[in-house]
């Protein structure tokens, strides 16, 4: 008010009331005063908004330089326990009933002489081999013949529904137990696979066979048949690389038909039909060093490798777009429904983008804590594709699809972890991108 006033003073003290002039001059100059009234708090967020901003912007980057350095203190406690000597193992191995006495003949691999009653009846062996997400470790046991006697997990950390569809059909004891170990083993020479978890029934066939060929040739005069170091390219690989084709020719041409012909090969084919799609866990698996046999496993650097270097040389997020078998059907049921009259407001929309990132922390924090990588295993792909999924998939799965009927590709955008990623991997390029450009253009000409 004491501004509109002293701007105004000069002009209204010459007036006076009985004047018609005046008391003209006089209505304009309360009209101005209100007019100043909307406009002094205007003018006052004008002044303190790029102060309160630069005070946000610093307290932003201060939670997230803390947010960053607890997560390196509690992935540094997870390699630190990673990395430990279990001390369980007496436990484990008073786990076998058939043996009372065990002498440790090798250190690395660790290996023991197996005896009853003072007969020595064979060797156990641990053995490792990375798996789906992480490092599996068998512990197999073969006699003096040549037979195995037993196979079992010591250690493990894979998707909690892969193992239990392995132990669901006997996969250890009907493809293992009783069986000479001089022709080796490998999937798809002499061994029947598990459809819906083969990576990580693809390691435990390969730890099997090393153990094999180890115990062999050191104590037994085995020459058991090598098998491996050749790689397995499928119908599953083949698919694959033509989904990387047709993904590259949709983006070039830009036409929507064709594009609607993607999404479907996408969803039926290799959704459906192949259950084959990129995980979180499959990047933590990448950065904790936990990378399968590539021999074994094309099929799951194909797509880590493939994606990632696919994205970073076009410089686009090709896997959401054209290639995730999830995001296809979430794409497909929204234009299906034509349910289009909802929209997401700016304001929710600008909370809800920090979902995917909240997720994907608080998932990092449980699994430093727990050492449990199957807290991150909460995307619904796997249920939807493979039939397979845990308590926590089966809740989010209604919740992602239902909303995706008016929200276009709705989890893609409020709650996918792998899409974050990527994003992430985009924006790292396009800054480093800018900085090359900047340095670029210093150089003085010749």
Known sequence: MRFGIMTHLPVHLETEDHNPTCQSKMNSYNSSIQSDSHFLPEMANHL??????RLGEKLKGFVSLLLIIILAILAGFYFYQK??????????????QQFDAYQKINNDPLLFSVSKESKEIGYLLFE???GYQSTITLATVIDKDGKIIDVRIYSQNETPAFIKRIENLGFLERAFKGKSINNGFREGVNIDGISRATITSRAITKIVHKSS?????????INVTKLYQVFDIGWIEIALLVMFLLALIANRLKKKKFRLLVLLYSVMVIGFTFSQFLTFSMFFSGFTGNWPSIYESVRWYLLV???????LITGKNMYCAYMCPFGAIQELEYRIAGVHFFKVSPEVTKVLRYA????????????FLTQAIGAMNYEPFSLLFGRLGTDVQWVLLPLTLFPA??????????????GYLLKL???????LEKLWKRKVQKIPAV
């Open 48 to 53: 303190v908004y790029p102060e309160a901003r």
């Open 83 to 96: 990395n430990q000597k279990d001390r369980n193992l007496t436990g484990f191995l008073s786990q076998y």
């Open 128 to 130: 490792a081999e990375n």
């Open 213 to 221: 060929r180890f115990i062999g040739a050191k104590y037994l005069d």
């Open 305 to 311: 490798i493939g994606v990632l270097g696919l994205n």
């Open 356 to 367: 995917p990132v909240t997720i994907v922390y608080f998932s990092l924090v449980t699994v």
């Open 405 to 418: 009927l008016f929200i276009r590709r709705f989890f893609c955008n409020y709650g996918c972890p792998v």
């Open 425 to 431: 991997v985009l924006r790292v390029r396009r800054n």
